[in-house]
């Protein structure tokens, strides 16, 4: 064979690979027993060559955090509750429901930790809570470690309270008794250290926590990103070095235009790109695809970014989209058509 037709079939062979793979990014629906699949505001972990997907459980009969699991991220088998409400109820005593929760693997003490918002039924998210729980298997149960506001006495590390007026207010007023989370993202660094990504300040603020070393706890090392500017469901992840975060607008579950940041260290002065959405139809862009981002995750070398369509009028029903992070031609990342 000659070195060009070697090549072409180089060629042709990388493309075969590839386009399966991308094919395969479709949000989930239904899983093996046809049943809607209930795990939104939640994410995908990939352990031992499988995945896990889960999240909010919105289904009549369950509530929690549900587990799917997978070896190809499109058939999706029903795993369970890895985290039951009632177990949540009882350990803080109340009346709860938990949203956006989030799993990490701690390769130190190679055991999987869940943060989730924790909110009061019928106190309008005024509890803004953040609740922790631990478990040797990915698909739980997970045991509760705690439910507590956040960097309770610790002051921020970037510099005084510059920013907006009302924001700053809040993060003096909640100094004692702990920040407010609500939204939440997690972010695992190269060097395993973990972080929070919190909707604070009466959702005014984005706060970026350092999580302890098994991830249960935070060390009261933290940021305010963007104070005033009222931002929530974040999402972060790194490309080449460089840290990304994507936030959507604070319309409940109404959808509306996601924004783009970027920054050089996790502590660091993070800038405005504005929006990560690439498609021809403006309304794609004022609506993020008509979702709400949940995280990020990395399936074959290929970057999804996953959101929640949410159905307003039955978040049951919500589905969800899935679509494809690439780097533009600046090196920007973008969430494409
Ligand atoms: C959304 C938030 C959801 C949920 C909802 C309640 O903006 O991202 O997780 O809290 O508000 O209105």
């Known amino acids: 064979m000659s070195l060009f037709r070697y090549k072409v079939l180089l060629l042709v ?10 094919a395969l990014v479709k949000p989930p629906e239904f899983d093996d027993s046809k049943k809607y699949i209930s795990a939104h505001a939640g994410g995908v972990i990939k352990f031992k060559g499988h995945y896990f997907l889960y999240g909010e459980n919105r289904s009549d009969h369950e509530q929690g955090v549900s587990i799917y699991q997978s070896s190809n991220i499109s058939n999706w088998k029903y795993k369970g509750l890895a985290l039951d409400i009632n177990d949540v109820n009882k350990f803080g005593k109340g009346d709860y429901f938990v949203e956006r929760p989030k799993i990490i693997y701690n390769k130190k003490y ?10 009061e039924k019928n106190q309008g998210y005024k509890a803004a809570l953040v609740g922790v729980a631990r478990s040797k298997n990915i698909l ?6 705690s439910i507590s506001r956040i960097n309770k006495l610790f002051r921020p590390i970037n ?18 008794s702990g920040q407010m989370s609500r939204d939440i993202g997690v972010f695992i660094d190269d060097d395993d250290k973990g972080y929070l990504i919190s909707t604070t300040e009466d959702n005014a603020t984005i706060a970026i926590s350092q999580m302890g070393d098994d991830y249960t706890s935070l060390t009261g090392k933290y940021i305010r990103v963007q104070p005033g500017r009222y931002e929530e469901a974040p999402v972060m ?8 975060l994507i936030t959507s607008g604070t319309t409940g579950w109404k959808p509306n235009g996601a924004t783009l940041y970027e920054s ?6 993070w800038k405005r790109l504005g929006s990560p959405i690439i498609s021809k139809d403006p309304h794609d862009i004022k609506t993020t695809f008509h979702s709400q981002g949940s995280n990020v995750f990395k399936y074959n070398g290929i970057l999804i970014f996953m959101a929640d369509n949410w159905n307003t009028n039955n978040l049951a029903k919500s589905r969800y989209i899935w679509k494809l992070v690439q780097l533009d031609s600046s090196g920007k990342p973008r969430i494409y058509e």
Not at 110 to 119: L, R
Not at 140 to 145: A, D, I, K, R, T
């Open 237 to 244: 992840f790194k490309i080449q070095g460089k840290y990304y």
């Open 13 to 22: 062979l990388f493309f075969l690979r590839s386009i399966p793979s991308i």
């Open 159 to 176: 510099g005084n309270l510059v920013g907006e007026r009302k924001a700053n207010l809040i993060n003096r007023r909640d100094f004692a």
């Open 110 to 119: 190679d055991d999987f930790v869940m943060w989730f918002h924790v909110e």
């Open 264 to 269: 050089n260290k996790v502590f660091g002065a």
């Open 140 to 145: 739980g149960p997970y045991s509760l470690v």
